[in-house]
């Protein structure tokens, strides 16, 4: 009996040194995976999200992708007092690593990061993304709140594309509809496929087409005859060429277009004489600015009331004239003997007859009365 008690104890230390060497073992293999952190400094944050899907403790926690530490805790929070606002119900508790390649987790999450709840594929397990944060920024402390963002779950996936699916099934009675409506003839593209008459008309068009074609190919026609017949082209041909020997005589400064569009002599002659245009036209404006500012002979004349006055004077005095003539003339005085009595215009008449008479007789006999006398004393 003492040999058994001996080796059950011997066997009892052994034992225990293999499970305590063995859980060493599996405690340091834990802490280098990442799982269990006896050997690492982690730091605690915090988020808040309407709901979370199925989220529980361990889940993943990343930084742009890349793993820092895992979910500690899921806190369900109480109920809030306000419906009509986005309402955060559920409290996210993380741990994770207080270095990160190197640099302070607290540098790289700062407060402009976002935390989203996402998932691993359509349907692969919850995930927990970090947006790393700018320098522009605060860093977070222990404990921090970090914004949370949640991305669109698979029930909200599943609801629009429902919802998709029903405006298709729409979108499908109405095609059905419209495909009975053609099928029937009815609407304007009903009656394009299923009216005969649409055939009727494009098939005597076609055959109308092809005689027409045919009369063309006959050189029927005007048409035909513009295709058909070599005199069209060959006149074609000699107004072209005519035409090329035009522009060769141009290009080389034959006739009077050629000298025309060649001679520098007509273009500067041509450019003097739009200058002096130019000037005049200066000159025209110089002088319409004169006028309508009241300078010059020109801008009195038209401007200057003085000179209407005066005219409307002349004027008013020339009927004042004309009126008293007018009396003379029926007072039968010296001025109506002068219009009316034809005895001073005989008497006129006879003088100047006397006076013509006395020259053509002077021309003819110039000494009868030119006479010299000459005396000596």
């Known amino acids: 009996m003492a040999s058994k008690k001996n080796i059950g104890f011997a066997q009892l230390r052994v034992g225990l040194l293999v499970l305590l060497a063995g859980g060493i073992t599996l405690a340091i293999i834990l ?6 952190g006896f050997f690492k400094n982690t730091i605690t944050i915090r988020t808040k999200l309407p709901q979370v899907d199925g989220l529980r403790q361990g889940t993943e926690v990343r930084l742009a992708g890349v793993y820092i530490g895992q979910v500690s805790d899921v806190i369900l929070l109480p109920i809030a ?3 009509k606002q986005k309402i955060q119900s559920v409290e996210i508790v993380m741990k994770i690593n207080s270095i990160i390649n190197g640099v302070s987790a607290k540098e790289r999450i700062r ?43 698979l029930p ?16 499908a009675d109405q095609v059905k509809s419209i495909a009975k409506n053609i099928n029937e003839g009815k609407g304007n593209l009903g009656l394009i496929i299923r009216d005969e008459k649409l055939y009727n008309n494009a098939n005597a068009t076609i055959l109308e087409s092809q005689k027409l074609v045919e009369r063309i190919r006959d050189g029927g026609g005007t048409v035909g005859k513009l295709l058909n017949d070599p005199s069209l082209y060959d006149q074609i041909q000699t107004t072209t060429k005519k035409a090329e020997t035009l522009i060769a005589d141009i290009s080389a400064g034959k006739g009077t ?8 002599e007509i273009y500067n002659r041509t450019n003097k004489i739009l ?5 005049i036209a200066a000159k025209i404006e110089t002088t319409a600015d004169k006028i309508d500012h009241g ?19 002349t004027i008013s005095n020339l009927n004042h004239l004309t009126v008293r003539i007018d009396k003379t003339l029926d007072s039968k005085g010296s001025v109506n003997r002068l219009l009316e009595d034809p005895t001073l215009y005989n008497n006129v008449n006879e003088a100047s007859a006397e006076v013509v008479k006395l020259l053509q007789d002077f021309r ?14």
């Open 364 to 377: 003819k006999e110039p000494k009868k009365y030119l006479t010299i006398k000459i005396r000596l004393f």
């Open 31 to 36: 802490t280098i995976s990442g799982d269990i």
């Open 81 to 83: 007092e306000d419906d």
């Open 111 to 153: 407060e402009d990061s976002v935390v989203k709840l996402g998932s691993i594929g359509l349907l692969g397990d919850k995930v927990i993304d970090i947006t790393p944060g700018t320098k522009t920024n605060k860093a977070i402390e222990e404990n921090a709140l970090v914004k949370g963002d949640q991305e669109a779950s």
């Open 275 to 279: 200058e002096r245009l130019d000037t």
């Open 295 to 313: 300078q010059g002979t020109v801008s009195q004349l038209l401007n200057n009331d003085s000179l209407y006055k005066e005219t409307q004077n």
């Open 156 to 171: 909200q996936v599943v609801s629009s594309t429902s919802n998709i699916l029903q405006d298709i099934d729409e979108l």
């Open 257 to 264: 277009i050629g000298k025309i569009a060649t001679d520098d």
